[in-house]
């Protein structure tokens, strides 16, 4: 509930190619966690991978201007984007203590029902507070896809791919976001491409 919660409320005062920037540092969060609470060591090959994963953040960051860096300020938007990265690289690390003989279907069930439980007091808070819901086709079309692609396709998907290739390599996935997130804002939000 937690990580596509936040990202929802984090679009609401950021944009959607600085929230990707943010959510590749995923599989930085993920090899750090992995090593403070699973005592996994890093390795030759990891500790120069998270040299270049910081420096290319860093980079992205900045645009290239180190200056930048002293001068940085983020939105609120920005803040929540961390806390969410931080609750999908613990959700991804917690995927490999899923007990013996629980299926993937059964797995994802069970994740459903309480994510919908806890979502209940968040949405009950926002209809008690006055939220309006004006029902469209497009409204209809955005939850269909949140609903089935963004929540049970997206981490049924990602708890197979945990289970077949382990947490960091599933991670590596995540430089791509800035690519797709950059295009798709462009062609769907109008957002410039800078």
């Not at 590749?24 to 992995?34: C, E, G, H, Q, R």
């Not at 919908?116 to 949405?123: C, K, Q, T, V």
Request: charge should be positive; charged fraction near 10%; hydrophobic fraction near 55%.
């Amino acid at each position: 509930t937690i990580p596509n919660t936040s990202i929802y409320a984090a679009a609401h005062s950021s944009e959607t190619l600085n929230l990707s920037i943010i959510a590749i540092s995923t599989p930085l969060f993920v090899l750090l966690l992995a090593r403070i609470f699973f005592g996994e060591p890093l390795s030759r090959t990891r500790a120069p991978g998270l040299a270049v994963i910081i420096g290319g953040i860093l980079m992205l960051i900045s645009r290239g201007d180190r200056s930048a860096l002293l001068g940085l300020t983020f939105q609120k938007g920005d803040l929540i984007m961390f806390g969410n990265v931080f609750g999908f690289a613990t959700y991804t690390l917690m995927m490999r203590k899923t007990p013996a003989g629980v299926g993937s279907l059964s797995l994802m069930y069970v994740l459903l029902i309480f994510a919908a439980l806890f979502a209940a007091p968040g949405a009950a808070w926002e209809h008690f507070n006055g939220a309006q819901v004006h029902f469209s086709w497009k409204l209809a079309g955005g939850l269909l896809y949140v609903a089935l692609g963004a929540s049970i396709l997206a981490y049924f998907t990602w708890n197979l791919a945990v289970a077949y290739a382990g947490s960091a390599r599933s991670s590596i996935i995540y430089y791509l976001l800035p690519v797709f997130s950059g295009l798709e804002a462009f062609f769907f939000l109008g957002e410039p491409i800078t």
